[in-house]
T-cell receptor, first 112, second 114 residues
């Protein structure tokens, strides 16, 4: 079955530093990889996603890279700010009509 | 445009009871998925509905069921509640059914079973 592993489970950085979260997946048919941010008491918020026909996508301070050969994708946050503190989830695979399988989440703490 | 709404936001039930949770997708969205979130198991897929038909189902017992109405609103029902059903239940909507469409989550319903 589908499996998504996410690392690290916790990540602590100083404000202004970069943060990287990595996920690996097992289903080679996967073609859609979203990332979600969940703040306390809220539902997950879609922050960026990437499809299998591209290797990298950026949106201001956030970027996602995809390596289909190695079956992993990563979230990169640059110039971190305290408001980036949250739980981040990767998800995949989402084949043509498949469900999303989520990673276990990464608790990111950005210290001022 | 309003986001995904879920009602109620909080619910306390007793073991053995049943519960119904409601989800209204983003206007124009036709697909609704349900997830269970717990500290131990993380986010787990329950089921997905499109055009009033269940299209995908996760590995949950038959006590968990759902349906979708013609206006795309969805409900999920859990019968014979167990303590382990205590969780945050999240609904997500997408424009259509398929991999090209992003899923947007609601705030969730926090269910506590005592």
């Amino acid at each position: 079955g589908e499996n998504v592993e996410q690392h690290p489970s916790t990540l602590s950085v100083q404000e202004g530093d970069s943060a990287v979260i990595k996920c690996t997946y097992s289903d080679s048919a996967s073609n859609y990889f979203p990332w979600y941010k969940q703040e306390l008491g809220k539902g997950p918020q879609l922050i960026i996603d990437i499809r299998s026909n591209v290797g990298e996508k950026k949106d201001q301070r956030i970027a996602v890279t995809l390596n289909k050969t190695a079956k992993h994708f990563s979230l990169h946050i640059t110039e971190t700010q305290p408001e980036d503190s949250a739980v981040y989830f990767c998800a995949g695979p989402r084949t043509s009509y498949g469900k999303l399988t989520f990673g276990q989440g990464t608790i990111l703490t950005v210290h001022p | 445009k309003a986001g995904v709404t879920q009602t109620p936001r909080y619910l306390i039930k007793t073991r053995g009871q049943q519960v119904t949770l409601s989800c209204s997708p983003i206007s124009g969205h036709r697909s609704v998925s349900w997830y269970q979130q717990t500290p131990g198991q993380g986010l787990q897929f329950l089921f997905e509905y499109f055009s009033e038909t269940q299209r995908n189902k996760g590995n949950f017992p038959g006590r968990f069921s759902g349906r979708q109405f013609s206006n795309s609103r969805s409900e999920m029902n859990v019968s014979t509640l167990e303590l382990g059903d205590s969780a945050l239940y999240l609904c997500a909507s997408s424009l259509e059914w398929g991999s090209s469409y992003e899923q947007y989550f609601g705030p969730g319903t926090r269910l506590t079973v005592t």
